[in-house]
């Protein structure tokens, strides 16, 4: 028995781990090309999986709604980062963490404003289960981290090839020789902002049907987002997901042992322990 | 004196420009051109302002006061990414390579621009790799993993992407060995036959001399003296003045 629940935890963990990887992925994106930490993510999130309540209560259609809010939301991250973030990159940290959080608190606030308290629902494109060691698991857990692992290789692939992966990564090592080489800074750091935005909305909507959609859903995201990306070390995209998985396999197996609420101090041992001994992150291998 | 270019408009036409870091006033009026196709060398004591020049010329240093012509146009203002576009590339003192990516991307940042069809990328890549075989070798190398030598002209090669009108080289040789020397005075040789204009800074003061028509000295954020390169030796007392060596 407790062979099959290990199992079951390892299958969940994944499941949890590629949906962090992926929430993940777009904070280690935009803090590794700009050095700004985004309080907002979570935001990002919650508000992808509203549009796509909305959008899947108009069309009906959970595909199109998860295209339309990660298109959306991308939009959205792309205005955010013009009005609020450009004018004040290249100053102190500080600013744009308090920027980031204060665009938390309004979209947030706006959240409860239009959409209420109560949690709403998506349903999932697929139902059904399969048999797994006596259990019935879900099909859609297993869409889910196919998905995330979908787009977070199609990610990988736009970096490693094509034009303007190259002009991210350049970006990425050093933004003034990038600009000197002709790369248009600015259009890039827009498009990077727009992409981790993206990124976020889509999370949302897939992780939407296992949760209710509700205002302050982005909150505990965004947060294991953080852990995640620290303990991989800071703008290290591969460095993420590695943590994103680890870290939920550590709490889905404390769970076995303690209270799922209680596991989630797992992710913080891990958090303090890195800091404390691989301070530039478990996954990075050249200190940059 | 008056030893300008002799053709009526200069490529760029550096007027009288003043910067500051903060507080500290590096430039204190900086006046110079630069002819088509020529090599005009700027020598000068470490911190006197020449690598704050080229900056200013690139569009990364904003200059409080004066202004910088490129082919008679103002580009003062301009972000370096338009500059680099209209046709100035710029090589700075410590190369700053792209260490991450390869060798061939690192050409990438310079080459995959609008209007460059894929056969004149592969003309370019060519000779890049004719020009350097090393990173030829090295093409799917990461750029940090080269030598000192091998990341200089990989820089120069970069530059060279971007199908100069002119090349801003900031102590091109700076730390190389005796023979990476040789090659990078070949390559400045072979970019001023192609028709490159070149701005050098060096601190190697016969190298300067060999490869310029034009040379000025600069002191504390001034041009002091300017001469044709022909006219000047390195033991001339001008050069132990502003140089002391």
């Known amino acids: 028995m407790l062979i099959e629940q290990i199992l079951i935890q390892t299958v969940n963990g994944i499941v949890t781990g590629m949906i962090l990887a992926l929430v993940a992925s777009g904070l280690t994106l935009i803090f590794g090309i700009m050095d700004v930490v985004n309080f907002a993510h979570g935001e990002l999130f919650m508000l992808g999986a509203y549009v796509g309540v909305i959008t899947l209560a108009a069309t009906g259609d959970f595909w199109l709604a998860f295209v339309i809010s990660t298109l959306t939301i991308a939009a959205l991250g792309a205005a955010l980062y013009w009005v609020t973030l450009r004018p004040l990159l290249g100053r102190d940290a500080l600013t744009t963490i308090l920027a980031t959080f204060g665009i938390s608190l309004v979209l947030q606030n706006y959240a409860l404003w239009q959409f209420g308290p109560v949690a709403r629902k998506i349903q999932e494109p697929v139902t059904g289960h399969f048999s797994f060691f006596y259990l019935d698991y879900p099909w859609y857990r297993l869409v889910i981290a196919l998905a995330s692992a979908a787009i977070i290789g199609g990610l990988w692939l736009f970096l490693k090839f094509g034009t303007f992966g190259i002009w991210i990564r350049a970006t990425m090592q050093d933004r003034v020789m990038a600009q000197a080489m002709g790369i248009p800074v600015p259009m890039v750091l827009t498009a990077v902002f727009a992409i981790g935005s993206g990124m976020a909305a889509a999370s949302g909507v897939l992780f939407g049907p296992l949760v209710g959609v509700n205002h302050a859903m982005g909150l505990d995201w965004v947060l294991k987002g953080f852990i995640v990306v620290v303990v991989g070390g800071m703008g290290s995209l591969g460095g993420s997901i590695a943590a994103s998985i680890l870290v939920s396999l550590l709490e889905a197996y404390a769970s076995l042992i303690v209270s799922p609420a209680q596991s989630v101090i797992v992710s913080f041992v891990v958090l303090i322990l890195t800091l404390l001994f691989r301070p530039t992150g478990l996954f990075v291998r050249t200190p940059r | ?245």
């Open chain 2, 1 to 245: 004196m008056n030893i300008g270019s002799d053709r009526m408009e200069p490529l760029v036409r550096v007027e009288d420009i003043h910067t500051y870091y903060g507080k500290s006033h590096v430039l204190h009026g900086v006046s110079l051109e630069v002819g088509r196709g020529e090599v005009v060398g700027l020598l000068g004591r470490n911190g006197v302002g020449k690598s704050t020049t080229l900056k200013a010329i690139m569009g990364l240093v904003r200059p409080a006061l004066g202004r910088v012509l490129f082919e008679g146009q103002p580009v003062t203002h301009l972000q370096a990414d338009k500059v680099a576009r209209l046709g100035i590339a710029y090589v700075p003192e410590d190369r700053r390579i792209f260490g991450l990516l390869t060798v061939t991307e690192n050409l990438r940042t310079g080459l995959d621009r609008r209007g460059v069809t894929d056969a004149r990328k592969k003309e370019l890549l060519d000779k890049a790799h004719q020009y350097f075989p090393v990173l030829a070798e090295r093409r799917n190398q990461a750029g940090g993993t080269l030598s000192g030598g091998e990341q200089q002209m990989l820089a120069i090669a970069r530059a060279m992407m971007l199908e100069p009108k002119i090349i801003l080289l900031d102590e091109p040789t700076e730390g190389l060995m005796p023979r990476m020397v040789s090659q990078i005075h070949r390559i400045i040789d072979v970019l001023r036959a192609e028709g490159v204009a070149i701005l050098l800074v060096e601190q190697n003061v016969p190298l300067t001399l060999e490869a310029s028509q034009r040379i000025y000295l600069m002191e504390k954020g001034v041009v002091r003296h300017h001469a044709l390169a022909s006219e000047l030796r390195v033991t001339d007392p001008v050069i132990h003045q502003y140089l002391g060596v």
